[in-house]
């Protein structure tokens, strides 16, 4: 990492680009032929990425290339890996010593194999022969060495492990409780390397498909400008307020999370022009930082534009982009909400001053920037009308027409840009501080939201993939970048359209470069979990670990969680967020899906998704290892530890709500109307401040304890309403084994029966249990109803008994691991029938009550003592 993070002063400039490059796009930088060579590979892989992209690929690209693109999209990163990374500390940074030209072109070489020998492979029935097996061996070795060198020793390791289990798996030094039979070297290699089951399965083909195009497209909308105008407008809108730069970063960072897949870049990005001013009004260099990196790591959650995992998420649990954003949005905007609340509670606690000379009251900003989302969102949601209108009119010339208008918009914005001069970055350091006016430069990078609104639009409305969404933006970034500096020049009537131009064309260069550079890590992240995924679906582990973490878990779903939620804790020490996602969800997710199931709750796949996500993000943030708080360290000047610590703290509330969307999948938007939507969203942002001024102490005035017990028992029950309306009147009644069809035929139509069964299990006849959750069927009669279930019960007159389920039928895959032909039959030992509930939002009266009075003791002790209301 950087030499500073000790407390002994910040980084220079210098040095912070420095820190950001060797973390994020290789620490060499070597001049002349070696340096050209860089960049035209760089270049290279984003142009070929793009039209990979494109629609037209097909009549651009042979299907060979096409067939193979997870091949080359990793010779590339291997390739760049090898020739950007030096191999160690002391190697030499500006020129590429021989032996890493050798790795990188047998690494490239060894990557490109399945495309060089295809037929061969395809003949072979995707097994490897004697020679494959040694070539995949040395392309494993030569891949965990780039992952090494880009992503730290972590990822290596893990992985190294996880295939030497595959080969010595059987060996008695290994636990018998995970012990399998282990496989020779030519079944490990066909399986790693020559199928798509390993190296090159889903999450490199997600890398390939999908994530280089974000990544690019956020390049490319930074080297535009946008991100200095991001954190302009932000500032501009929240600076005057108490703690207002740290209010400002939080916004700035969210904003900037949709143009930077990295937030050690976003914190070294917004954190050297943020973190002086919050230090400038009082935040000390642990806290600047921390607010900084808490707000720069929650980026990666932040719709439309998420983290690398988001992609993985539309392949692991297979629906579609547009979903996994639409369930992750609410709890997003409710932390990035929370995260405001506990600056503006630091700010209020240490009475920090505010900044410049402008009066503005809260509720104008509040108002203003309420006005300006619902404006943004109602403006990508309202552009399907036009243009639904003109494809009516004009069905064969939409082609033409639509992006000769959105041309025409973008010339009048640019125009309107033209009228002010152009955003130059601010010094934080300086005297007079005169924050921006939003009045005035919110004109100037208007159009640097069109491609945003494309990317919705093709995302959104359209429903386009992911990947052709973030072409068609990339395109117009491609326009904007080439045509920007020429065009100002011509509306403000000034000469050197030539000069402009050409360094419109560098910007482009450059963010093709960047966009291919900060790709090396993320593809050689995916292709090494390649090895985990696969040792996993090689070795049937993934069973194994279920088995083990029932045991330790004692079948209790929220100590499985607990322990979910470590193990990304612990991994996220060394691997980034996409690699860590990719390791726990392959090894828990499933596992805690079927523990659900047992414990008689249904928990989406989305929702574990989603939670393994969130801690996989803490990452960067965790002690003693959070790169992103080391980054924030080395610019404040403050104690990297420390600030990784009070980042944690800013960040339980990111802690908390997976918890709570597991339990109440009404978080995810799952299921719901409009109405009940908008509730959920109200509620759960009264229940995340209320939790926020809990575990910060501070309310409206300083907690005593038993108020923040009080406040965090109230965002509690106004999270989990259910949680206490089950306890006074439970959703089930016990009903007999053999009343069972009477349940069924009493119960109404999508209403869930709950079947605890029992029986030995297939495997080892040890008896256990597990609970069927089975929704009525919207059939008449009990007879009707269980033939469509799949369930058939016979009453001996001393138990009921079930009988194996059909092959196919609704429950069959959950029944197949008892033993239906052994001398102990398999039982229905209990029901649990609905019964009507009154609302369970009926909770919030009492809750808010209490609330009103913890506020009323705050204020009459605020008045007691003399300070203002």
Known sequence: MADNPTGKGPLSEEELQELVASSDAGARNPAGAVGLLLVSVAVVWSVFQVVLASPIVNYILPGSIINNSRQIHLAFAIFLAFLAYPMLRSSPRHYIPVHDWVLAAVGAFIALYGYFFYTKIVNAGGLADDTDKWVALVGLIILFEAARRALGPAMAIIATVFLLYVFFGASEVVPEVIRWKGATLKKAMSHMWITSEGVFGIALGVSTKFVFLFVLFGALLDKAGAGNYFIKMAFGALGHLRGGPAKAAVVGSAATGLISGSSIANVVTTGTFTIPLMKRVGFTSEKAGAVEVASSVNGQIMPPVMGAAAFLMVEYVGISYVEVITHAFLPAAISYIALVYIVHLEAVKLNMPTLGDRVISLGQTIGGMALFFAGFAGLCYGVQFPVAWIVALVPDGAGVILPGLLILVYVALLWLAAQGPDLEPDDPNAEDLRLPDVGEIYKSGLYYLLP????????????????????????????????????????????????????????????????????????????????????????????????????????????????????????????????????????????????????????????????????????????????????????????????????????????????????????????????????????????????????????????????SAALVLIAFALFRPDWFMNRLQPPFEIVPPAQFESALAEAEPGQDIRLLVAGPDFMTGAMKETVLVLTVPDAAGAVERMAQSGITLIDDGTDVVLEEPMFGSPHAEVLQSFDFYGDVPVKLVSVKAPQAQMPQELIFIPTLVLLGLVAFLQRARMTRQGVPA
């Open 452 to 707: 945003i609104v494309v990317l919705v639009y093709f995302l959104m409305i359209e429903q386009k993939s992911p990947g052709l969404s973030a072409f068609w933006a990339t395109m117009l970034l491609f326009v904007i970048l080439l045509t920007q500096r020429p065009l100002k020049a011509l509306l403000r009537g000034q000469n050197g359209y030539a000069n402009r131009a050409r360094d419109g064309a560098v910007d482009l260069l450059q963010g093709l470069i960047d966009g291919a550079r900060n790709m090396i890590g993320i593809g050689l992240a995916t292709a090494t979990a390649g090895v985990i995924v696969g040792t996993v679906t090689l070795t049937g582990v993934g069973q194994v670990m279920a088995d083990l973490v029932e045991f330790l878990s004692g079948g209790n779903l929220v100590l499985m969680l607990v322990m979910v939620a470590l193990l990304s804790l612990v991994l996220g020490m060394g691997l980034p967020t996409t690699a860590n996602y990719i390791v726990v969800s392959s090894l828990m997710a499933g596992v805690v899906v079927q523990l659900g199931a047992q414990s008689g709750l249904i928990v989406p796949l989305i929702a574990v998704h989603l939670f393994v996500f969130y801690f996989g993000i803490m990452a960067d943030v965790t002690p003693p290892v959070g790169l992103a708080s080391f980054a924030a360290a080395a610019v404040s000047g403050g104690d990297a530890i420390r600030t990784g610590f009070t980042a944690f703290f800013y960040s339980l509330r990111t802690v908390a709500l997976p918890f709570v969307f597991i339990f109440n999948t009404n978080m995810l938007l799952i299921d719901v109307t409009w109405v009940q939507g908008i509730i959920t969203f109200v509620v759960a942002t009264i229940a995340i401040l209320v939790f926020t001024a809990g575990t910060m102490g501070w309310f409206l005035t300083r907690n005593r304890i038993y108020e």
